[in-house]
């Protein structure tokens, strides 16, 4: 569905991905895992079309995506949903909700769908957005994505800042829209929670791809525990 082909990629004089190849099938779960600064923000940043890379390519379902604008990136299947939320705080639950289908059709079976995966929003549609809990954004992101019903969905760090019992709820929502058949590219810092979700996995330092491969065979590396110092 996906492939990154030899993607150099930056801000200014400062290059954080150094020739970064990658592919995401179709209806897989792949994780983009690394310490906080390793270059995930920016390898999705890059696929979404908020930053341009300098060079390599970037393919999805046939499409170049690379130079192409962010709005028809989103228009070919991509939903980013970016570290922090990006939530508009004012606005109701629902109102997020409707923006996430901003420019393409949907209908009550859209909102439907996605109060059902998260039965706490459907309790909260009225409320607005900035009064909702840490976990409870985090939800309200992840389901804003998928209101315009994505082929790719993309995770940036959808465990940050949560309490392990929610981080553990992330887990199971992913490995939920997985078996619904929705693809999932994810970044994330927490291993355990990487390799219990996923297909595959990319292990990224210092914006270069050191380790890569199933997460049964990533576990039994040694160089991924002295990454994570035993945390896997």
Same mark, same amino acid.
């Given at each position: 569905?996906?492939?990154?082909?030899?993607?150099?990629?930056?801000?200014?004089?400062?290059?954080?991905?150094?020739?970064?190849?990658?592919?995401?099938?179709?209806?897989?779960?792949?994780?983009?895992?690394?310490?906080?600064?390793?270059?995930?923000?920016?390898?999705?940043?890059?696929?979404?079309?908020?930053?341009?890379?300098?060079?390599?390519?970037?393919?999805?379902?046939?499409?170049?995506?690379?130079?192409?604008?962010?709005?028809?990136?989103?228009?070919?299947?991509?939903?980013?949903?970016?570290?922090?939320?990006?939530?508009?705080?004012?606005?109701?639950?629902?109102?997020?909700?409707?923006? /996430?289908?901003? #420019?393409? *059709?949907?209908?009550?079976?859209?909102? =439907?769908?996605?109060?059902? %995966?998260? $039965?706490? &929003?459907? @309790?909260?549609?009225?409320?607005?957005?900035?009064?909702?809990?840490?976990?409870?954004?985090?939800?309200?992101?992840?389901?804003? /994505?998928?209101? #315009?019903? *994505?082929?790719?969905?993309?995770?940036? =760090?959808?465990?940050?800042? %949560?309490? $392990?019992? &929610?981080? @553990?709820?992330?887990?199971?929502?992913?490995?939920?829209?997985?078996?619904?058949?929705?693809?999932?590219?994810?970044?994330?810092?927490?291993?355990?929670?990487?390799?219990?979700?996923?297909?595959?996995?990319?292990?990224?330092?210092?914006?270069?791809?050191? &380790?890569?491969?199933?997460?049964?065979?990533?576990?039994?590396?040694?160089?991924?525990?002295?990454?994570?110092?035993?945390?896997?």
């Amino acid at each position: 569905m996906l492939q990154v082909c030899d993607v150099v990629a930056g801000y200014g004089p400062i290059e954080v991905l150094h020739t970064v190849t990658l592919e995401v099938p179709q209806g897989s779960v792949v994780v983009l895992l690394g310490a906080n600064g390793a270059g995930k923000t920016t390898l999705l940043r890059v696929i979404s079309g908020l930053v341009r890379p300098r060079q390599g390519r970037v393919e999805f379902l046939g499409h170049r995506l690379d130079g192409l604008a962010p709005e028809r990136i989103a228009r070919l299947g991509i939903a980013h949903v970016p570290q922090g939320r990006g939530l508009f705080p004012e606005l109701t639950v629902e109102e997020n909700l409707r923006l /996430g289908a901003y #420019g393409k *059709p949907y209908g009550k079976s859209d909102l =439907e769908r996605v109060f059902a %995966l998260f $039965p706490i &929003l459907a @309790e909260r549609r009225t409320q607005a957005a900035g009064t909702l809990s840490g976990g409870e954004q985090q939800m309200l992101a992840i389901a804003r /994505g998928l209101m #315009g019903r *994505p082929q790719l969905l993309m995770l940036d =760090e959808p465990s940050l800042g %949560l309490a $392990p019992r &929610l981080v @553990e709820q992330v887990g199971r929502l992913v490995q939920e829209l997985h078996a619904q058949g929705t693809t999932v590219l994810m970044a994330e810092q927490n291993a355990a929670l990487a390799l219990s979700v996923a297909d595959y996995a990319y292990v990224l330092q210092n914006g270069v791809v050191c &380790l890569q491969g199933p997460p049964e065979q990533l576990r039994d590396s040694p160089q991924l525990r002295q990454l994570y110092l035993g945390s896997v």
